[in-house]
């Protein structure tokens, strides 16, 4: 019985392992080798990812970050102006930005070339310095004119993670096989 009770633990942890490995983590398009972000390119910044090949307007984004879904807040198009509560000033490869009205986590991102590069921001920083220098040219050299300036924000709260169903199954399983040898050696001492 004992042997049956390993197979049955043993497939349910693999059947889990099977599913939880199929899943497809989407990101956005290729990462350029040439050049990286730093977070010395965006004022505030604490993490960043890219450089990416591409325009973040017509990518998947979701992933970067570990955030499943990203929302366009405010979009400057030109390496300054406003639009809502996002002001950006600069001079094509360098410059300042500022936001009002917006204090949960969100994200930046830089386009300028064929390339773009994602900063993530904790909310606290309002306003900062940027540069380009983590996005590429066409010639594959750093630091071209910034392009656009998107805030973007994730979900209003976190979702709740679910349990899968294999994972239940194989937990019942053992909970029931469990209490199944409980009482047959309990009867027998």
Do not use: R
């Not at 990286?36 to 910044?45: F, M, P, Q, T």
């Amino acid at each position: 019985m004992k042997g049956i009770l390993s197979t049955l633990v043993t497939s349910s942890f693999l059947a889990s392992a099977v599913i939880a490995g199929t899943a497809i983590n989407a990101n956005a398009a290729l990462v350029k080798g040439a050049v990286n972000c730093s977070i010395s390119n965006l004022g505030g910044a604490t993490a960043c990812e890219g450089a990416f090949e591409g325009n973040d307007a017509n990518q998947d984004l979701s992933g970067l970050f570990g955030v499943s879904t990203w929302t366009q807040w405010a979009k400057v198009d030109n390496d300054h102006g406003t639009n809502g509560g996002l002001t950006v000033a600069g001079g094509g490869q360098d410059g300042t930005w500022s936001i009002a009205g917006l204090t949960s986590p969100f994200m930046i991102v830089l386009k300028g070339g064929p390339s773009f590069s994602a900063y993530s921001m904790d909310g606290n920083t309002t306003s900062g310095s940027w540069n380009t220098s983590g996005l590429f040219k066409g010639n594959d050299k750093p630091g071209p004119g910034l392009s656009h300036f998107t805030v973007y924000v994730g979900p209003a709260s976190p979702p709740t993670p679910v349990p899968e169903p294999l994972t239940i199954l194989g937990s019942a399983l053992a909970l029931g096989f469990g209490g199944l040898f409980k009482k047959k050696y309990g009867q027998g001492n």
